[in-house]
């Protein structure tokens, strides 16, 4: 793996699992959440479980563009999909996180800077978007918790 996207990798790892300078990773945000509250909405937002599934959405959608299939789409149904039990919306993400990984690692650095098949950006505009797609619906989760608990 070569420098940016090695960069780009350590950026995930660290905002899903580690210890990022901003707070908790993902999972540690989604560790003590019970499955008796992800469906519960606070005014018209969305609920845990479906910021989650989404999340997942759209970390298959950045894998699959890397992986050269160019016609894949976020469709409404898939951007916030029906949720089914906590425990596999949890397994997906999780699913979707090792196999980004292995995407970012086999794909080519000197393709950074093609444009994204279908869209305005990048590769190196979508890659960097996910992260911060990830720490903005995380800090969403991290509100829903803090005021389901009050």
């Known amino acids: 793996m070569k420098s940016e996207t090695r960069t780009i990798s350590q ?11 901003y707070g908790p990773s993902v999972m540690e945000t989604l560790r003590d959440i019970s499955p008796s509250v992800v469906e519960k909405k606070i005014g018209h937002s969305h609920n845990i479980i479906e910021l989650v599934l989404h999340m997942t959405s759209w970390r298959v959608f950045v894998t699959e563009h890397l992986n050269g299939n160019d016609a894949y789409e976020v469709s409404e149904e898939m951007n916030f999909p029906k949720p089914g039990s906590w425990a ?15 995407a970012i690692d086999r794909f080519p650095e000197d393709r950074l800077d093609e444009v994204v098949p279908s869209r305005p950006y990048k590769f190196r505009v979508m890659l960097h978007g996910i992260v911060q797609h ?14 389901q608990s009050a």
């Open 134 to 147: 990830d720490i903005y619906h995380i800090g969403q989760i991290s509100l829903l918790k803090r005021m």
């Open 88 to 102: 596999d919306a949890v397994t997906a993400l999780k699913q979707s996180q090792a196999r980004l990984l292995e």
């Open 11 to 21: 950026l995930l790892q660290h905002s899903f699992e580690k210890v990022p300078w």
